[in-house]
């Protein structure tokens, strides 16, 4: 066949473009597996975060492993139901009604006492923001808090996931006078009390108040749960 010929160009081309699809295509199963080890272990970091304990990607699952003592699934009513509280979706479950949502739990051991760990997803100003409350055994005073967004802006919205912002956290309480009542993420001109008030993020507003309705929402979605082991 005729090298200048454009059949011969075009049959090349063709070729060429099938042989990088088919090195893509092997590249991407192969390393899927990676991946996916990747996300689990950063999720693993994220969980471990929300109490306050340190890990990366060398020794998280090892401290999960010792420090994550059970974990289980709770529908809306609070009663445990079948489920994998590590793999659900929260994506998937915040997209249905609130009492066909499976709700994941982890119990973390602490100091002879156990924490419990809730994870929570709503939406910021650019995308999807996600975290992990921890509560005391009282189930009302927030023992640590853990978030991350998809693309806040730098310096504004994206500090939720900072140790200042999160640390604020800590000591704050859910319940008053047996009601949820959640976390205010208050403007700088807005009041609440003090044990259920943290300070917004400067510029930050809709990211802020996204977060103050993501755990609003995902907390009552426990409420029967949490009114049931205090």
């Known amino acids: 066949m005729d090298r200048n010929s454009n059949v011969y160009t075009f049959i090349y081309a063709s070729g060429m473009v099938i042989l990088v699809a088919a090195i893509l295509s092997l590249a991407a199963i192969n390393l899927k597996p990676f991946q996916d080890k990747n996300i689990e272990v ?4 994220n969980i471990l975060a929300s109490v306050n304990i340190a890990a990366d990607a060398t020794n998280a699952e090892e401290i999960y492993a010792e420090r994550i003592v059970n974990t289980y699934v709770v529908n809306s009513k609070g009663e445990e139901v079948e489920g994998n ?6 994506k998937k479950e915040r997209a249905k009604p609130v009492e066909q949502q499976l709700l994941p739990v982890f119990e973390c051991q602490i100091d002879g ?12 100003l650019w995308g999807p923001i996600w975290g992990y409350v921890s509560l005391e055994d009282d189930m009302s005073t927030i023992y640590g808090a853990s978030f991350d967004h998809q693309g806040e802006t730098p310096g504004l919205g994206a500090e939720i996931s900072t140790e200042n912002f999160q640390d604020q956290f800590q000591g704050k309480e859910i319940y008053d006078n047996g009601k949820l009542v959640s976390i205010i993420v208050a403007k ?11 300070d917004g993020i400067s510029g930050g507003t809709i990211t802020s108040k996204g977060l103050e309705k993501m755990l609003l929402d995902d907390l009552n979605a426990y409420n029967a749960f949490l009114n049931q082991k205090k």
Do not use: C, M, W
């Open 42 to 45: 950063e999720k693993k970091q």
């Open 85 to 90: 509280a590590f793999t659900i979706d929260l």
């Open 113 to 124: 006492s156990v924490k419990y760990i809730f994870p929570l997803r709503g939406a910021g």
């Open 188 to 198: 700088s001109n807005e009041t609440a009390p003090a044990k259920h008030r943290v």
